[in-house]
Nanobody
Framework: QVQLVESGGVLVQPGGSLILSCAASGFTFINYAMNWYRQAPGKEREFCARISSTGNIANYVDSVQGRFTISRHNHKNTVFLQMNSLKPEDTAVYYC??????????WGQGTQVTVSS
């Protein structure tokens, strides 16, 4: 069956860095764009970053542009989110999602990132 398993979420201090990983299985990974979404406490889930199926196009929400980098290893069915210069407002549950175009088809269970001193 389809699985998206996120990992790497921890408690980190403001200004710190973190790498999230998402391991995919059960579908043809190279056919899908991969996305990271996040949901902060009391807020709706929001788009964070997207990378095309071939990895040559990446898009970001303005609030993370220049601080976060999305990447993928198609031979390992894995997508990453490098997060730098973290801020308390980055605190959220981060979700990995696979999409054929822009609307996610498959979702992971999420990993908690907390930015606090």
């Amino acid at each position: 069956q389809v699985q998206l398993v996120e990992s790497g979420g921890v408690l980190v201090q403001p200004g710190g860095s973190l790498i999230l990983s998402c391991a995919a299985s059960g579908f043809t990974f190279i056919n899908y764009a991969m996305n990271w979404y996040r949901q902060a406490p009391g807020k709706e889930r929001e788009f964070c970053a997207r990378i095309s199926s071939t990895g040559n196009i990446a898009n970001y929400v303005d609030s993370v542009q220049g601080r976060f980098t999305i990447s993928r290893h198609n031979h390992k069915n894995t997508v990453f989110l490098q997060m730098n210069s973290l801020k308390p407002e980055d605190t959220a549950v981060y979700y990995c999602a696979a999409s054929l175009r822009y609307t996610p088809t498959y979702w992971g269970q999420g990993t908690q990132v907390t930015v606090s001193s």
